[in-house]
């Protein structure tokens, strides 16, 4: 009996690591979100820049929460990386929608949506597979609000090709409609408002333009901007300049305001 | 006689559960659910594994003023929200005292300090607040992943509406989230909150 004991002990140690790696998720879901990562190519191959997705499934009334939330709720924090270099890659966060509950806004993704993101293998990459990192941390609201934090691992083979449940096509015709990362732009501010000129790509009209400043309190949201035009140039009149209740903010903070906003706030 | 000792029993099993209730140093932080300004719920009990901070606030108490004027207050949100503590505001001032603000009077407030809280709660009845015996604003409670109530206090050791103060002050909130997010023990449980009474 004594030595079923010990057996069953020594089995346990030397299977520990292989349920440790098992443990290692490729999706998480629960009975609010979904959350995967997902390849647009059927097969992987070396020298090439693959695109791939974190694809977030919120069920039936549920919703989570841009990067900047707004006025209320919690950031979507994004973090991925690879064993290709030891980068940390944010992917792209798709164009949010806009609520207004007695003039507390929010902005909140519902549904599915995908947050895509590159990594370029070189062709001398010594690995067999590609393995992908998500840490994910959210918070899920629909009359109450949960938070969720997940670590996903992804092991995907070079050159074969990978179990559908890891592929979906639907990545690439969604990038089309993603925002910029940003447009050639400038600002100038006076006393009482700031001028924001976006410069108009030839060809390409501006669908929409979303606006929500991470540096709060710089301009005055309360009013709403005028949007003008100047030959191939956009003008926004951003009543403005209220840095925490002192007008005129000096042009250092202002400058990295908008870096902020080039960075972050300006799709097309 | 043996009414008696039934009545007697089921007395002493009433006393129990009501001070179960009540929020002690080195046991389980009690449950509560309330709203935020938007109206959605937030049960403690979906915090279970997360480090928590309850903060009792009343934008209109000098007190509260002098920690989020001077950027104290928000700054600390900031920083350890992105750690992954989850930070509440709960304002248990009833209806018609001071402190209790309209929705966009906190929204503005929130704004104009810059605040970080991963939300504002509202505690109109002060039930969530007498369960914690909150009796000033501010006043902190810290809970720790295993929902054990770890901190009761104030934010510093310097109780005053003085800005100046802050510099010189020990900050006790501090101590005890950068100990838990080290995984060890805070060394300081309890201090003399202070500030304006929670006006329940």
Request: glycine fraction near 4%; include cysteine.
């Amino acid at each position: 009996m004594k030595n079923y004991f010990i057996l069953l002990a020594f089995l346990f140690l030397i299977l520990l690591p292989f349920q440790l790696i098992s443990l290692k998720k490729e999706s998480y879901k629960d009975k609010r979100i979904r959350i995967e990562i997902l390849s647009s190519q059927p097969t992987i191959s070396k020298g090439d820049t693959l695109v791939f997705a974190v694809k977030i499934t919120l069920a039936k009334g549920w919703h989570i929460y841009w990067v900047n939330p707004g006025d209320a709720g919690e950031p979507t924090i994004l973090e991925i990386s690879s064993n290709v270099d030891n980068n940390k890659i944010v992917p792209l966060f798709p164009v949010p929608s806009y609520k207004n509950t007695a003039s507390i806004v929010t902005l909140e993704y519902h549904n599915v949506f995908f947050f895509p993101f590159q990594i370029f293998v070189p062709p001398s990459f010594q690995s067999d597979t590609l393995a992908i990192n998500l840490f994910a941390r959210w918070l899920v609201c629909r009359e109450k609000c949960v938070p969720g934090t997940t670590k996903l691992s992804l092991k995907l083979p070079f050159s074969t090709t990978l179990a559908a449940h890891l592929v979906d096509e639907k990545i690439i015709d969604n990038l089309k409609n993603f925002p910029k990362d940003s447009l050639p732009a400038r600002i100038e501010f006076f006393e009482e408002y700031a001028n924001l000129k976006v410069h108009i790509i030839e060809n390409k009209s501006i669908q929409s333009l979303f606006f929500y400043p991470i540096t709060e309190g710089l301009f005055n949201l309360e009013q709403k901007p005028d949007f003008s035009f100047a030959g191939n140039e956009l003008l926004i009149k951003l009543p403005c300049c209220n840095m925490f209740g002192v007008k005129n903010p000096t042009s250092k903070v202002c400058s990295k305001s908008f870096t902020q906003i080039k960075r972050n706030n300006i799709f097309g | 006689m043996f009414k008696n000792a039934i009545r007697l029993f089921a007395l002493l099993l009433t006393i129990q559960f009501l001070f179960s209730q009540e929020a002690k140093i080195d046991q389980k932080a009690p449950d509560f659910t309330l709203h935020d300004i938007v109206g959605m719920d937030f049960p403690l009990s979906d915090y279970r594994n997360k480090i928590v901070v309850l903060e009792w606030i009343n934008f209109d108490c000098p007190y509260v003023q002098k920690h989020y004027k001077s950027g104290n207050i928000p700054n600390m949100q900031a920083e350890y929200t992105k750690k992954g503590v989850y930070w509440f505001s709960i304002c248990s001032s009833a209806p018609g005292k001071q402190g209790n603000l309209p929705v966009g009077e906190i929204r503005k407030r929130i704004k104009e300090y810059n605040a970080k809280m991963t939300s504002y709660l509202l505690d109109e009845d002060g039930k969530v607040g007498k369960m914690y015996g909150a009796k000033t604003t501010p006043h902190f409670f810290i809970i720790d992943k295993d929902g054990t109530l770890v901190y009761s206090g104030a934010v510093d050791d310097i109780a005053s509406t003085d800005i100046e103060d802050i510099k010189k002050a020990r900050n006790y909130v501090r101590e005890v989230l950068d100990a838990l997010l080290n995984g060890e023990k805070p060394k300081i449980k309890t201090t003399k909150p202070y500030g304006c009474s929670v006006k329940y």
